[in-house]
């Protein structure tokens, strides 16, 4: 052992340098230890580390971010979506307008919402415990072929029944043709508008 590379024992627990930097007591055949703190850079990038993976797994594998959340969403959507397209084949905004000026067949529709629809929607459109379907507020709707897929569809959570399991879709077309002619009739006790202002 030479004394140039290794300190003697009495010098094992003095600083080596200005810092806090400290050789420990052991001493193995001439091996010895320094005991350096970590620094300040390593600690700060482990606790962040940590706090990261926290917040990471908080966010992002619970609701609402939660990446098998989001893809549930995104899914629902599309199928919603599809399927739309598949009740709407042929069905336009424009064919439901016409439809809408066919006096002889709003005569059946009115027959036909008088008997299932009014009791909710009232017999003029006007609301009770459905909403009014006579003025420019709507909730699902933002054009013609949204009343379609609404009446067909339903909303069963809030009560509007999902007409489509027991009215033919020719039905359903006449009865949204009505609803549309509906629009902007005034009718008497409407009840007060909800959702949205749409124009269509
Ligand atoms: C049992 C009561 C009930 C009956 C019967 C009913 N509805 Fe509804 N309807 C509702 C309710 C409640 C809502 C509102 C749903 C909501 O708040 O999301 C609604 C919503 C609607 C909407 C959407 C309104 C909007 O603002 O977007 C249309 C269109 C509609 N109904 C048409 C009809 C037609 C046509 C019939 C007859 C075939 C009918 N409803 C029968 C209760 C009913």
Redesign the pocket.
């Known amino acids: 052992m030479s004394d140039v590379t290794q300190p003697s024992p009495t010098d094992t627990a003095k600083p080596l340098s200005e810092g806090t930097a400290q050789i420990l007591d052991h001493n193995y055949d001439g091996i010895q230890e320094y005991d350096n703190p970590l620094p300040g850079w390593w600690k700060a990038l482990f606790l962040g580390s940590i706090l990261f993976s926290v917040a990471y797994l908080t966010l992002f594998t619970g609701e609402p971010f939660s990446i098998a959340h989001e893809y549930e969403r995104e899914h629902a959507e599309l199928l919603t979506r599809a399927a739309s397209a598949d009740l709407l084949a042929g069905i336009t905004n424009e064919s439901l307008s016409a439809l809408a000026q066919d006096a002889e067949a709003m005569q059946a529709a009115k027959t036909k919402?008088l008997a299932?629809?009014a009791?909710?929607?009232g017999e003029a459109g006007q609301g009770t415990?459905?909403?009014n379907?006579t003025d420019d507020?709507?909730?699902?709707?933002k054009e013609v072929t949204d009343?379609y897929l609404?009446?067909y569809q339903g909303?069963e959570a809030?009560?509007?029944?999902a007409?489509g399991k027991s009215?033919k879709p020719e039905e359903i077309q006449l009865?949204t043709a009505y609803?549309h002619s509906l629009r902007g009739s005034n009718p008497a006790n409407p009840r007060a508008p909800?959702?949205e202002k749409t124009e269509f």
């Open positions: 919402y299932v629809c009791s909710c929607h415990i459905g909403p379907l507020h709507w909730i699902h709707c009343i609404t009446i909303v809030k009560g509007m029944i007409w009215l009865l609803v909800q959702g």
